[in-house]
């Protein structure tokens, strides 16, 4: 495997299911996202880990809750979520551990989440 | 006022044509300018960046880049049927943040 990995390309799920996305980089780099990307809307970032600490989180609901256990992985944790969470989740990595504008994001194909 | 504003298209020109795609900021505070390429199914990868005003050539592509008026544009020469994806403009003050543009959907013709 290469690049940046995710697992379920599909899901679909009751709102009563928990269910959890993972994420996968083999490029040795120090940052990993997670971005919501709904139909005709811009990315929103979710969360930011960088060397396995959470840096980022961007006001998302409780009912999403990320894990990073090392720095190659990282999973976002679903439970009780609306049909409105429906989406494209998106995991990237990037090489740094402080970000900035020429750290670039590598993504994965992402996560089609379907919410019955 | 949205930070960022994109037309989502979708945008249908035939092979061989010049694509102009554009973005409207309001944050001052933005210094790095990128576009990004998604093909369906697959996540968006980097394809330009620039930093600061003026132009970026890379290949077929060009970045350009006015920060007096907040604007920022991708030229595509001699487009072709393997151009047609979903174009996003993204913009970094520096950190983690970066802030997407909606994305403008690109048909090449044959």
């Known amino acids: 495997e290469t690049g940046v990995t995710q697992t379920p390309r599909h899901l679909v799920m009751g709102m009563t299911n928990k269910k959890s996305l993972k994420c996968e980089q083999h490029?040795?780099?120090?940052?990993m996202y997670w971005y919501k990307q709904s139909a005709k809307k811009p990315l929103e970032l979710m969360f930011v880990?960088?060397?396995?600490?959470?840096?980022e989180n961007n006001s998302v609901p409780s009912r999403f809750s990320p894990e990073c256990p090392n720095s190659s992985h990282l999973f976002l944790h679903l439970h009780t979520l609306q049909p409105e969470d429906s989406a494209l989740y998106l995991c990237a990595s990037s090489p740094s551990d402080s970000g900035g504008s020429t750290d670039t994001q590598y993504f994965g194909p992402g996560t089609r989440l379907t919410v019955l | 006022q949205k930070e960022v504003e994109q037309d989502p298209g979708p945008l249908s020109v035939p092979e061989g044509a010049i694509v102009s795609l554009n973005c409207t900021y309001s944050?001052?505070?933005?210094?790095?300018f990128m576009w990004y390429r998604q093909y369906s199914r697959k996540g968006p990868e980097l394809l330009m960046y620039t930093y600061s005003s003026g132009n970026k050539e890379d290949g077929r592509f060009t970045a350009q880049v006015d920060k007096s008026s907040k604007y920022i544009s991708l030229f595509i020469r001699d487009s072709q049927p393997s151009d047609s994806a979903t174009y996003l403009c993204a913009f970094n003050t520096g950190g983690f943040k970066t802030i997407f543009g909606a994305g403008t959907r690109l048909f090449v013709k044959a």
């Open positions: 944050n001052s505070a933005f210094q790095y």
């Open positions: 880990y960088s060397l396995e600490e959470r840096v």
């Open positions: 490029l040795g780099h120090n940052a």
